[in-house]
RNA sequence: AGAGGAGUGGCAGAGCGGUCGAAUGCGGCGGUCUUGAAAACCGUUGUACUGCAAGGUACCGGGGGUUCGAAUCCCUCCUCCUCUGCCA
């Protein structure tokens, strides 16, 4: 969430950011926080006040008791029941003016960078580069889904008859393809000096807000209601919550970790034409890379994200876009989001395979994620992270980009890790 | 899952109703000494809110309660350890 202090001290920018967004009612909304901020302040300076005087009484009456005047001290004890009552019923107004606070804090978003281009909808987003040929494909080509079933390498019947659509089974050299790609991304990560971790994939509450998946994504993640836990959409999840309440030290800087882990989406009301086969799963498999980094170099660190993904998927031999996400299409938390996407020949559409994306403070501030500068001073540092990559959608388009009549041709430097270079 | 024990500052560990934001040791930082280092010695060393400042307030696992006053007593939840059970 952002900060009051900025929201106070920089809130022309606020309001410019905001309506860069196309966010609804921003005005009413940071009219809104200054108020109850304004409020919280003086509740808490009376609350203050009337605690430093009941404190300075029981130390008065710890004082007469010892010294034996008990009269003396059973006199003032009347003048702390007042001061209680007081104090107990500010402290109940201070409670639900910072509930509200904090509340209405969750509601408005992260602030665009100054880079980030208005616009309402993906139409807007700007494309920053395009890399590598597309592919012309042999008469008789077809889309991934007919594919899988040909070669008999992912099966969505057997996954639906054991859980539910978009659960698909990876069988054979399916299966391979998923844990050869799986290492393949770990292992260049851990080359570009990504410390690997394997987080639980089930998260608590307090997680859920720490990253900004709660409230405004409830219904998007499964919930064991029963242990009021949540399956994670994305490993960013529980990788950045690693660093909540933590406070590190300068020289600590960056934190650059990546894990491995199967991320679960409800995707509610969100199926339709552009979503068969592995376009859009409830469980798929993804390596996240995150970046706890000092604010001043956390652009940087962003364009060598967006460098080393787009490195990925030259290694994949596969045709890519990079896009500059405008205010309308980012996400709720980020300040400025690249995505990639791959070209897929056989469906003629790109298909988003990564999201790159700088938090500045806007999860810290959360997650109460600080580091200790020069000068002693605690400051919140930025979060980043990015898909390194999703799996789904690049299977889909390795099995179209690569298909011939003989089979699908298996990038070379996957092969290492598949143990064959074609599937037939 | 059952029985018992425990949760205090970066770590270890005292305190068990007032003088405790908290002894002491280790670690960290600064300094003296030294050609340099070690040792020794001196000093310093949590976070947040609030205030122009001086200062004030809160925090001893979380929440609630008793009391004029709680790290200390009570309730509740969580976590960890030991034993028993179960299990990949």
Known sequence: MLQVNIIKEEKERILKGLAKRNFPHAEASIEEILQLDQNRRETQQQMDQLLAESNALAKEIGALMKSGQKEAAEKIKGKTAELKEASKSLGEQLNSLEEQLTRALYLVPNIPHESVPAG???????????????????????????????????????????????FPVYKGKGARLQRALINFFLDEALQADYMEVQPPILVNEESGYGTGQLPDKEGQMYHATADNLYLIPTAEVPITNLYRDVILQEKELPIKN?????????????????????NRLHQFDKVEIVQI????????????????????????????????????DMGFTSSLTYDMEVYSAAQERWLEVSSVSNFETYQANRLKLRYKAEDKKTQLLHTLNGSALALPRIVAAILENNQSAEGIRIPKVLVPYTGFDIID
Not at 121 to 130: F, I, Q
Not at 293 to 317: D, T
Request: charged share 25%; with cysteine.
């Open 293 to 328: 980094q000092h604010p001043e170099n956390s652009y940087q660190a962003l364009e060598e994200m967006s460098a080393y993904v787009q490195g990925l998927l030259q290694k994949l031999e596969l045709p890519y876009r990079v896009l500059r996400l405008c205010g309308g």
């Open 120 to 166: 309402k909808s993906a139409e807007d987003n700007e494309v920053v580069l395009e890399n590598g040929a597309i592919p012309t494909l042999d008469k008789g080509a077809v889309p991934h889904w007919d594919l899988i079933k040909k070669y008999d390498i992912i099966d969505f019947e057997l996954g639906t008859k054991i859980t539910g659509a978009g």
């Open 258 to 278: 990546v894990g491995f882990t199967p991320c679960f989406r409800r995707e509610a009301g969100s199926w339709g034409a552009h979503v068969r086969g592995l």
